[in-house]
């Protein structure tokens, strides 16, 4: 299986982007507000706090790329288009809400595992679902993120609030791209 | 805590490798090779975004929040949530700080959950900065549609189950 590389061949982002570029000047604009503003004392704090957040980051988003790459490389892809494909029924998005609450890891963990299951085989539903159901729904986040923020009352009922929701983003996305398939086969 | 997710995180990382490893020296390099390429290319991006969210959030009129969102606000403040969910900026810390400033200053509680569902699901800066660099746009797109009446839904579901 390894033999053949177009398997696992992935859309990789380039040097440049216009989101970026977007984001970046957005975020230059606001840095010089703060400055200009509010003075260079709190635009130091700012910069403080967050760059002890972006070290803070790092390793997980490390291990992240990483236990992406070696997913792609290593789960076989006759057992993703089982559990997973778009052969898989409802079965294959409730497997993909249990992946998305189990596996570790915050928002920026969640694509490159994304992708690498869809670059196995897995369907556009089950990825959803994963997806949402990683954010939504996965404890690590809510554990990290949520839980010094809100207090476990809060945050224990609004997680039970959305258990259906990732089934339900799946489920659309399925009928969304079948009435879209349908729709492209009516063309002459 | 966040050294707990990081000793889970390289604890499967490292028995995804031991795994490789057993497929052969060259699988175990690969997966080292392309992983490190993606968290170099990822760097950038990921730096932008966390330093610029702390100086973003500085320039929300925090003040605004409580009165329109409050329990009294209804169907239309969980609209204004989740509107403002979906326009706000910045990692976690921005996203989670205005949910529980708002929650701490009068607004309902569905209105938060609101707000906090359309964040986590569909921020426009997100599916932008991290989303689409990283995923099939048609995926992102895809995702971001069928996730829009999910706000709507959760909040309705709190109304149900009442306050905790």
């Known amino acids: ?188 | 805590m966040t050294l707990a997710i990081n000793l889970m995180l390289w604890g499967i990382l490292a028995a995804l490798a031991v795994v490789a490893a057993t497929r052969g020296r060259i699988v175990l390099q690969q997966g080292v090779r392309e992983g490190a390429v993606d968290f170099l290319r990822l760097l950038p991006r990921i730096g932008l975004g966390v330093l610029g969210s702390g100086f973003i959030a500085e320039m929300l009129p925090r003040e605004l929040i409580g009165p329109w969102l409050g329990p009294e606000s209804g169907v239309t403040g969980i609209v204004i949530a989740t509107l403002g969910g979906a326009l706000t900026p910045g990692g976690p810390v921005v996203g989670f700080s205005i949910g529980a400033a708002a929650l701490k200053s009068g607004a309902g509680a569905p209105q938060v959950i609101a707000y906090s569902t359309a964040w986590a699901l569909y921020a426009v800066h997100r599916l932008l900065l991290w989303e689409v660099p990283l995923m099939p746009a048609r995926i992102v797109w895809l995702r971001a549609a069928v996730s829009l009446p999910l706000p709507f839904i959760a909040a309705a579901g709190a109304m149900l189950l009442g306050k905790p």
């Open chain 1, 1 to 188: 299986m390894l033999r053949d590389p177009n398997i696992y061949s992935r859309r990789r982002p380039g040097a440049f982007d216009w989101s970026t570029a977007v984001i970046a000047a957005v975020v230059g604009a606001a840095a010089a507000t703060v400055y200009f503003r509010d003075g260079s004392a709190r635009f130091l704090a700012i910069l403080d706090s967050d760059l002890f957040l972006f070290g803070d980051m790092l390793p997980k988003v490390l291990a992240g790329c990483l236990i992406g790459t070696f997913v792609t490389l290593l789960l076989p892809r006759e057992i993703v288009v089982r559990w997973v494909g778009s052969e898989s029924g409802f079965s294959g998005l409730l497997i993909a809400t249990v992946a998305g609450f189990v596996l570790p890891g915050g928002p920026v963990t969640i694509y490159p595992i994304a992708v690498a299951l869809l670059a196995v085989g897995a369907d556009a539903g089950a990825a959803v679902a994963f997806i949402t159901s990683w954010t939504l729904i996965g404890y690590t986040r809510a554990l990290v993120w949520e839980l010094p923020f809100f207090g476990p009352d809060f945050v224990l009922w609004r997680i039970l609030v959305a258990i259906p929701l990732p089934i339900l983003a799946g489920v659309l996305a399925r009928l969304a791209l079948r009435a879209f398939a349908a729709r492209g086969r009516g063309k002459p």
